[in-house]
């Protein structure tokens, strides 16, 4: 356990449904990334948040994804009018700074 | 896009035996990272190294990095069943206000037999 936790754990939703995840970070990490795995692929970046503040997003992220870090706290992913495509483990980290990242246990997402 | 590529894809060795993955990489770094990924669950931070640093160790693992070649690799010493999982290493790219984003490979599944 990195002491990093996401919600839920597993989520099966039909396509064109929305879903949104929550990360909660290590309390005292100011930076906050969201990344995306799919089956026998590394992860790839989404996007970082340092503190409140949204600074950097991928190609990958659509306008159908948007997500939040109100307060510098815990952080939401929503995914609006889900794909199939969009199956895919989506994991969480948190760090201090720039030397190694703590990881979540992910959010597995299943568009039927 | 993925920068790292590991090699081999994957591996498999007799408990006791030691296992050698490694990584290269396409642009320069700020530090390379390892990472270990049991099946299904989230990955843990096994050991970083700066790109002004050449080997590092920490308990079995042992890590070099050759800059000039963009290649990493990751030694793990007298391996156990509990070392079998999935490998990634991972860099964080020499770019401005690149946050530190990391970019992984594609990974190294590791199958210790008991």
């Known amino acids: 356990d990195t002491g990093v936790s996401q919600n839920p754990r597993h989520k099966i939703t039909k396509r064109g449904q929305n879903v949104t995840f929550r990360c909660d970070p290590i309390s005292e990490h100011n930076r906050l990334y969201w990344y995306r795995q799919t089956l026998g692929q590394g992860p790839e970046f989404l996007t970082y948040f340092q503190n409140e503040a949204q600074l950097e997003k991928s190609r990958l992220l659509s306008d159908r994804f948007s997500a939040e870090r109100p307060k510098g706290s815990f952080s939401t992913l929503e995914i609006q009018r889900t794909e199939q495509g969009d199956s895919a483990m989506y994991l969480c980290a948190s760090s201090p700074g720039p030397l190694g990242q703590f990881f979540g246990p992910g959010t597995r997402l299943t568009v039927l | 896009s993925q920068q790292g590529e590991e090699d081999p894809q994957a591996l498999s060795i007799q408990e006791g035996e030691n296992a050698t993955m490694n990584c290269s990489y396409k642009?320069?770094?700020?530090?390379l990272q390892w990472y270990r990924q049991n099946s299904g669950r989230g990955l843990v931070h096994l050991i970083l190294?700066?790109?002004?640093?050449r080997e590092k160790h920490s308990g079995r693992l042992r890590v070099t990095l050759d800059t000039s070649k963009k290649s990493s690799s990751l030694l793990i010493t007298a391996s156990r069943a509990a070392d079998t999982a999935s490998y990634f290493c991972a860099t964080d790219p020499l770019i401005l206000g690149a946050n530190s984003k990391l970019t992984f490979g594609k990974g190294i599944t590791l199958s210790v037999r008991p």
């Open positions: 642009t320069s770094i700020n530090n």
């Open positions: 190294i700066r790109s002004n640093e």
